[in-house]
C-alpha cells in the first residue's frame, strides 16, 4: 500500500503545491460510478490540486452495508488515481478530516457531502472543524445537487435483483 499512503501524498504534495490552492475531499468509490465522476471534477474546480483520501476497507466495513466494499482499497485507489479531475490519492482508515490527516496534507479547502452519513452530524461536524480549522475553506454539498443521480448502493441493488430474478 505504500503508493497509495499519507506519507508518499504529503511529500509528493511539498513539490506541487507552491502558490497552488489544495483541495481535500474523501469517500469509499466501491464502485466508480458517474456520480462519482461529477463529485470529483466538482471539488477539481474549487482549486488547483485535488487530494483524496480513499476510505480503507476496515473503516468501510465499520459504515456500510454488509459484503461492503465489494473492491479492496488498494484496486478502489488505483482507480480513483486514474480519474482525469484527480492529482493525489491516499488510503485511510482514519475519518479523512481529522487532525493527523488535515496536518499532514495542510488543504486550503476541504470538501465534504452534507448528506452522509445525515444532515445533523454533519452540522455538529461542521462546526467542531471550523473552531478547529478557521483558515481553511469547509464546503458541503448534498450529493443530490450533481446532474448524474447514482449511488453505488443503488448500482448494488440493481445487481442482486436482476441475479434474484435469474434464479427464479
Not at 462546526?127 to 450529493?143: A, V
Request: proline share 5%.
Amino acid at each position: 500500500m505504500g503508493k497509495f499512503s499519507l506519507k508518499n501524498t504529503r511529500l509528493t504534495l511539498q513539490k506541487l503545491r507552491e502558490g497552488k490552492r489544495v483541495v481535500l475531499t474523501g469517500g469509499t468509490f466501491d464502485i466508480i460510478h458517474p456520480g462519482h465522476v461529477d463529485y470529483l471534477e466538482w471539488c477539481k474546480r474549487q482549486g488547483d490540486i485535488l487530494v483524496v483520501c480513499v476510505i480503507g476497507d476496515k473503516r468501510t466495513r465499520r459504515r456500510k452495508q454488509a459484503g461492503r466494499p465489494m473492491v479492496r482499497q488498494e484496486w478502489r485507489a488505483l482507480m480513483v488515481s486514474a480519474l482525469k479531475p484527480v492529482d493525489l490519492v491516499f488510503v485511510s482508515d482514519r475519518r479523512p478530516f481529522e487532525e493527523q490527516i488535515i496536518r499532514a496534507i495542510r488543504p486550503e479547502v476541504v470538501i465534504t457531502p452534507a448528506d452522509e452519513p445525515n444532515k445533523e452530524t454533519k452540522t455538529d461536524f461542521a462546526s467542531y472543524f471550523r473552531s478547529r480549522n478557521p483558515d481553511i475553506e469547509l464546503i458541503m454539498r448534498d450529493r443530490g445537487s450533481f446532474p448524474r443521480k447514482s449511488s453505488t448502493r443503488r448500482i448494488i441493488a440493481k445487481i442482486r435483483e436482476t441475479f434474484e430474478e435469474l434464479d427464479q
